[in-house]
């Protein structure tokens, strides 16, 4: 790194972890003056590709609020929501890819979902699947009773 004060080369005299980066003492080997610097990993930028292909950066928010309005009035803890999101988060960026399909998140709360909660599920499948009926809809809750049935033998 060079010396903001003459432009020589520094040497780090001391690291040490600063919150959610590293702090290092630096000091000049031309001028002997010394100076701090902050270090963080800048975090990726993480796309959402939506059906239309229009792209958007990943907002954490907007998940948290969508399963908020699932799981109203059903026993479902905050802790329990804000730890779906945050793995489904996790997940997504330890891909390592800069863009994700809208339909890939949606798939990842519904199968988390429906373990966490039938009805919330039911609530979110409807607005995420758009179902076009009455009778799509009775399908779908269909095939989670069966599901419940399958795992309860």
């Given at each position: 790194m060079k010396c903001p004060y003459c432009g020589g080369r520094t040497k780090v005299i001391d690291s040490r972890s600063a919150g959610e980066g590293i702090r290092r003492r630096r000091e000049c080997k031309a001028c002997g003056q010394r100076f701090t610097t902050y270090?963080?990993?800048?975090?990726?930028?993480?796309?959402?590709?939506?059906?239309?292909?229009?792209?958007?950066?990943?907002?954490?928010?907007?998940?948290?609020?969508?399963?908020?309005?699932?799981?109203?009035?059903?026993?479902?803890?905050?802790?329990?929501i804000e730890e779906l999101v945050s793995g489904i988060e996790g997940k997504l960026y330890s891909r390592g890819d800069g863009e994700v399909e809208s339909r890939d998140i949606g798939e990842m709360v519904m199968e988390r979902l429906r373990a966490l909660d039938d009805v919330a599920y039911v609530r979110f499948a409807s607005v995420y699947r758009r179902f076009a009926d009455v009778e799509s809809l009775a399908q779908e809750i269909e095939d989670l009773l069966e599901r419940k049935r399958r795992e309860g033998e």
């Open positions: 270090e963080w990993v800048a975090p990726m930028r993480l796309m959402v590709v939506k059906a239309d292909g229009r792209r958007e950066e990943f907002d954490r928010d907007k998940l948290l609020a969508g399963l908020r309005k699932a799981c109203a009035k059903r026993p479902v803890s905050t802790e329990a």
